[in-house]
């Protein structure tokens, strides 16, 4: 049985953005609350995106929200879990402040997602620590827990079976070969989606999601 990949449209700071990413079936959508990131929104900003997928887009069309955290403080992370509506949390698995698993702002293994940064050739073996049902397999750059543009060798992830999304240097021209190679359960992007750092082109947007929904492979 055929499937398409998932896609992850991260950084979405505007309801026009947003807006795009729902008319091209993005299945999720990023919302960044990292303080160094150029995506960083306030939580005015996230309500308002969040509002508007919940008064505007019926259900069967509405994309998860996915809540961004890296090197946060649990008193940061704490009122925005409890105050704003969201799908997933996603916290990168290296990162020392993120709460640990006995903290309920870690979430339950299925509505957390752990951003792990490749360094070298992975199996499900050597990922077996990461205890989330779906996970990121991102590039590796210190002090950045993702976004970055960089991509690795996708050759690294080749014997991964778990479902994870391909993250790191994807674009609109890429993303076609790189579902083909690593046949990733799905993408997710931020730059390779934008004009200038946190500034999304919609046309990329467009693009982006086009090109990786055409691509299909055999679920087995």
Known sequence: MSQTPKVKICGIRKVDDLKVCVEEGADLI?????????RLVSPKEAEILITYLYTSIPSFLRPKIVFLFYKSSTQYIEPLLKNLTHD?????????????????LYQTRDSRILSYRVRGKVND????????????????????????????????????????????????????????QTKAYGVDVASGVESSPGNKDQELIRNFIRNAKQFSYNGN
Not at 94 to 100: H, Y
Not at 155 to 178: C, D
Request: proline share 7%; aromatic share 10%; hydrophobic share 35%.
């Open 125 to 180: 073996d050597s990922l077996h620590f990461l205890n989330s049902d779906l996970l990121i397999l991102d590039s590796y750059k210190s002090n950045a827990g993702g976004g970055t543009g960089e991509s690795f060798p996708w050759e690294q992830v080749s014997e991964v079976r778990r479902p994870y999304l391909l993250a790191g240097g994807l674009t609109p021209e890429n993303v076609a070969k790189a579902l083909s």
């Open 88 to 104: 997933y949390v996603q916290y990168v698995s290296d990162d020392s402040l993120a709460p640990g698993e006995t903290s309920p």
């Open 30 to 38: 990023g919302i960044n609350f990292v303080s160094s990131s150029p």
